[in-house]
Nanobody, 125 residues
Framework: QVQLSESGGGSVQAGGSLRLSCAAS????????MAWFRQAPGKAREFVAG????????VYTDSVKGRFTISRDAVKNTVFLQMNSLKREDTAVYSC??????????????????WGQGTQVTVSS
């Protein structure tokens, strides 16, 4: 089992930037991909971005393409989400997730079996 811990959330004005981190501990050698999801009040959980842990693939939801960048530090077992040009509609609780070996990379929550507690991101105008 992988334990995930997010950090880096906070409040920022529209147009600003934040960098989220997700540190993985436990059986970190036993996952295929990591991803960021977000959930705004009253809305369903939404896939934001994902990255293969050992491969080159990265995927993003359309609304964040060109603004957000997902990356990883394999030595530190950490995945990052650099968020630039933030908009009010980016306000949400952001959670990271890890998928098991042999899994896939994509927007379905069913691909991931470990989840962090989440970190709040609030963007004001």
């Amino acid at each position: 089992q992988v334990q995930l811990s997010e950090s880096g959330g906070g409040s920022v004005q529209a147009g600003g930037s934040l960098r989220l981190s997700c540190a993985a501990s436990g059986s970190t050698g036993r996952f295929y991909a990591m991803a960021w999801f977000r959930q705004a009040p009253g809305k369903a959980r939404e896939f934001v971005a994902g990255i293969e842990w050992t491969g080159p693939r990265r995927v993003y939801t359309d609304s964040v393409k060109g603004r957000f960048t997902i990356s990883r530090d394999a030595v530190k077992n950490t995945v990052f989400l650099q968020m630039n040009s933030l908009k009010r509609e980016d306000t949400a609780v952001y959670s990271c997730a890890a998928g098991p070996p042999g899994g896939g990379l994509g927007p379905s929550p069913a691909l991931y079996d470990s989840w962090g507690q989440g970190t709040q991101v609030t963007v004001s105008s």
